[in-house]
């Protein structure tokens, strides 16, 4: 069963943490880069407020949350990632490596998602994190060869694959 109100979700939650991502690509990119980080975030925001705009207008609408079960699972999963990801950072933070958090939490991010692809019953999940695990370890690479921070490569293809979802979820919003 699709539901409707996961949709406009993923279009506000993907557009929100897109607009993050390219935010964090600007910690240290190249210069020219910057303008169309800037312009990348406003579009994710904009995807953002329509996908919170569709939440509020179908609140009522069914939701794989509504089940206890599901519900609780996703709750564990998000604490479970929350935890990873904070204390992966502290530890390469504390042991200087702090280029290494941005693919750091990307990569948690991404392996959050497959837990994340039972609870909504939706594979196309299982696509966003092999995607973003993808990016996390591909840009501790090209930044190096780009010598740009690794927050940039990491920020720039997290925040593109979160924002190409969240235009999915409109997509999917307005088929179902």
């Known amino acids: 069963m699709e539901y409707i109100r ?4 993923y279009a506000s939650i993907f ?12 910690e240290n990119p190249r210069a020219s880069w910057r303008k ?3 312009i990348a975030s406003g579009i994710a925001l904009l995807v ?3 996908g919170v705009y569709l939440s509020i207008t179908n609140w009522n609408a069914p939701s794989a949350l509504t089940d206890q079960t599901n519900f609780r699972n996703y709750v564990i999963t998000v604490y479970v990632e929350f935890f990873l ?5 502290f530890v390469l933070i504390r042991i200087k490596q702090k280029d ?4 750091w939490i990307a990569f948690i991010v991404g392996i959050h998602f497959i837990g994340l692809a039972s609870v909504f019953k939706d594979p196309s999940l299982y696509l966003l994190a092999a995607l973003l695990v993808s990016i996390s370890i591909i840009s501790l690479f090209v930044s190096r060869k780009l010598q740009v921070a690794c927050s940039a490569i ?3 293809g997290s925040g593109a694959t979160l924002l190409g979802f969240a235009v999915l979820g409109i997509i999917r919003f307005y088929l179902a």
């Open 48 to 50: 953002c407020l329509f």
């Open 154 to 156: 990491t920020g720039i």
């Open 15 to 26: 557009g929100m943490f897109s607009m993050s991502w390219f935010g964090w690509a600007q």
């Open 6 to 9: 996961d949709f406009a979700m």
């Open 85 to 89: 990801a904070g204390a992966g950072a």
């Open 100 to 103: 290494k958090v941005a693919p």
């Open 36 to 38: 169309y980080l800037g």
